[in-house]
T-cell receptor
Framework: AQSVTQLGSHVSVSEGALVLLRCNYS??????LFWYVQYPNQGLQLLLK??????LVKGINGFEAEFKKSETSFHLTKPSAHMSDAAEYFC??????????FGSGTKLNVKP | GAVVSQHPSWVICKSGTSVKIECRSL??????MFWYRQFPKQSLMLMATSNEGSKATYEQGVEKDKFLINHASLTLSTLTVTSAHPEDSSFYIC?????????????FGPGTRLLVL
């Protein structure tokens, strides 16, 4: 079965600090991987996606994620956190045509 | 990125009534749309896959007679919650698929918050 695990339901960083949100997937073959961000009372916005073209994927708002097959990971990073980055982040994996499996989400808090 | 809209953004209804939620892809055609629900502090759970011109495919445990899905055009899918009850209160989010193969991406609507009294 396809699953996605996000370690840490809450992450708190200071403004300007490194952001690291963890995502591990379980799959026998490299899947398509996505990171989405959700602001309060809103839908999900695509940050970036991995489709096997390059292991380091750059997304919007300065975020990037690196696909590491040996670790089955797709962690999301940003060098310097902004207050506006405070939101909930979801890692998702797509297998087949229709199936998107979402992680449980990580709520990012940015302290001034 | 592509834009997906939902209407209404929130709705309050009485128990026993039916509620229709619309999902539209504004700048692309989507042969496939998806409906999710999200409970507070939880992740998204896929309810069903909506295919233009054919019947929707429901996930296990989702009542197809309660959650009616219609995908009448390439830009519109509707979810009707029939005879709504308080336990149906949730955040409903749709998404539309753009592209194929490795380029495929799902774009999500802003969600509809349903409160059943």
């Amino acid at each position: 079965a396809q699953s996605v695990t996000q370690l840490g339901s809450h992450v708190s960083v200071s403004e300007g600090a490194l952001v690291l949100l963890r995502c591990n997937y379980s799959s026998s073959v490299p899947p398509y991987l996505f990171w989405y961000v959700q602001y309060p009372n809103q839908g999900l916005q695509l940050l970036l996606k991995y489709t096997s073209a390059a292991t380091l994927v750059k997304g919007i708002n300065g975020f990037e994620a690196e696909f590491k097959k040996s670790e089955t990971s797709f962690h999301l990073t940003k060098p310097s956190a902004h207050m506006s980055d405070a939101a909930e982040y979801f890692c998702a994996v797509r297998r087949g045509i229709n199936k998107f499996y979402f992680g449980s989400g990580t709520k990012l808090n940015v302290k001034p | 990125g592509a834009v997906v809209s939902q209407h209404p953004s929130w709705v309050i209804c009485k128990s026993g009534t039916s509620v229709k939620i619309e999902c539209r892809s504004l700048d692309f055609q989507a042969t496939t749309m998806f409906w999710y629900r999200q409970f507070p502090k939880q992740s998204l759970m896929l309810m069903a896959t909506s295919n233009e011109g054919s019947k929707a495919t429901y996930e296990q445990g989702v009542e197809k007679d309660k959650f009616l899905i219609n995908h009448a055009s390439l830009t519109l899918s509707t979810l009707t919650v029939t005879s709504a009850h308080p336990e149906d209160s949730s955040f409903y989010i749709c998404s539309a698929r753009e592209g194929t193969g490795s380029g495929e991406t799902q774009y999500f609507g802003p969600g509809t918050r349903l409160l059943v009294l």
